[in-house]
T-cell receptor, first 111, second 112 residues
């Protein structure tokens, strides 16, 4: 998994609570991404980062925020979790050649 | 929005046979990539082909790209049970950005 870890790996939470997922990389890659994967939708980009403190929205960013204070860490926050945010979340890093390396995923269930 | 679309959605073959998956996309690209995802795991990069390349090989993998038809194919030769996985194509988002857009994948099952 190219030195990418995600925590937690599994989380069950209740509607309305805030949730933060963490991605940590040891590859010193400039780009980092958060995706969600849902049946029938494939992989969709939530937010991405092109450097420390530099982030931008992806295709499905509503209800999510991100922060990147260090090269190694990229946090995804669900400000007030909803059942529609039940999903598997993947972090990825990217090289300048646009090749991406994925973490193992976090399975989030919002009750 | 989906840029790449894989075909077929599912494919079941016997060990030793070849598996071919196709990907079609809509807009001009700089490169196209293929990824594999084993059940319950993250995606793994397999191969990248640039828009000025027509064919690329990596081990048992052969990728072709036809920019005039906006399509690519991934051929896995002499398949093994361990090749059972979902395979995704990904293209750079329009404008050649650092973002990728993934298709919905082809689920390949290789029966021993």
């Amino acid at each position: 998994d190219a030195g990418i870890t995600q925590s937690p790996r599994h989380k069950v939470t209740e509607t309305g609570t805030p949730v933060t997922l963490r991605c940590h990389q040891t590859e010193n890659h400039r780009y980092m991404y958060w995706y969600r994967q849902d049946p029938g939708h494939g992989l969709r980009l939530i937010h991405y980062s092109y450097g420390v403190k530099d982030t931008d929205k992806g295709e499905v960013s509503d209800g999510y925020s991100v922060s990147r204070s260090k090269t190694e860490d990229f946090l995804l926050t669900l400000e007030s979790a909803t059942s529609s945010q039940t999903s598997v979340y993947f972090c990825a890093t990217g090289t300048d050649y646009n090749e991406q390396f994925f973490g193992p995923g976090t399975r989030l269930t919002v009750l | 929005s989906q840029q790449g679309e894989e075909d077929p959605q599912a494919l079941s073959i016997q060990e030793g046979e070849n598996a071919t998956m196709n990907c079609s996309y809509k807009t001009s690209i700089n490169n196209l990539q293929w990824y594999r995802q084993n059940s319950g795991r993250g995606l793994v990069h397999l191969i990248l082909i640039r828009s000025n390349e027509r064919e690329k090989h990596s081990g048992r993998l052969r990728v072709t790209l036809d920019t005039s038809k906006k399509s690519s194919s991934l051929l896995i030769t002499a398949s093994r049970a361990a090749d059972t996985a979902s395979y995704f194509c990904a293209t750079d988002a329009e404008g050649g950005s650092e973002k990728l857009v993934f298709g919905k994948g082809t689920k390949l099952t290789v029966n021993p």
